[in-house]
């Protein structure tokens, strides 16, 4: 069945570090958001990209949808405490809807 | 208003209880959903409403029972739940396009089954 699995599960970065998370789908998405959950919280819409090879950038943020419309990334540069949380991609394929596996970023001060 | 409501924030209930979680949106979207989230693992979408008709089921036991009275409420009725029932459960809504947009999240109601 449809699977969209995120790499890396979790993540510690030291404040100021980088972080990329990848969203890889078995099968085509007809577009890609991306959601933050923070500890405790319930997901938040941070962004959505529809076209083949989008990049859009949100502050230090940066998300980019594949050429195939089946990957995604999302990248922040120079992590700060704030972004502590857990990111999911996910789409709709088909008639369903699909959230990644998430990754768990901790940012150590 | 951009918010999505849902209560009660906590609910135990025993395997012979009947329970119901309530949602409600003003934002006029006209889809809504049902997620339940365990812990560190994602949400998996359980029903989905567009303009008060059901449209996706995704397999759900019968113990679960969506309703959708209208365009600004949705209703999760449970029953004989199993103790495997305990999660997040998550209300969302969307623009009338329905999945093609984004969905926003309500703060859960967290179950726990005894």
């Known amino acids: 069945g449809q699977q969209v699995m995120q790499i890396p599960q979790y993540q510690h970065v030291q404040e100021g570090e980088d972080f990329t998370t990848y969203c890889n789908s078995s099968t085509t998405l007809s577009n890609i958001q991306w959601y933050k959950q923070r500890p405790g919280g319930h997901p938040v819409f941070l962004i959505q990209?529809?076209?083949?090879?989008e990049v859009k950038k949100q502050k230090r943020l940066t998300f980019q949808f594949g050429e195939a419309k089946k990957n995604s990334s999302l990248h922040i540069t120079a992590t700060q405490t704030t972004d502590v949380g857990t990111y999911f991609c996910?789409?709709?394929?088909?008639?369903?809807?699909?959230f990644g596996t998430g990754t768990s970023l901790t940012v150590i001060p | 208003d951009t918010e999505v409501t849902q209560t009660p924030k906590h609910l135990v209930m025993g395997m012979t209880n009947k329970k119901s979680l309530k949602c409600e949106q003003h934002m006029g979207h006209r889809a809504m959903y049902w997620y339940k989230q365990k812990a560190k693992k994602p949400p998996e979408l359980m029903f989905v409403?567009?303009?008060?008709?059901?449209?996706i089921n995704e397999s759900v036991p019968s113990r679960f029972s969506p309703e959708c009275p209208n365009s600004s409420l949705l209703n999760l009725h449970l029953h004989a739940l199993q103790p495997e029932d305990s999660a997040l459960y998550l209300c969302a809504s969307s623009h009338p396009r329905g999945r093609e947009d984004e969905q926003y999240f309500g703060p859960g109601t967290r179950l726990t089954v005894t």
């Open positions: 996910a789409g709709p394929a088909g008639n369903q809807f699909y």
């Open positions: 409403y567009s303009y008060e008709k059901l449209s």
């Open positions: 990209l529809v076209k083949s090879g």
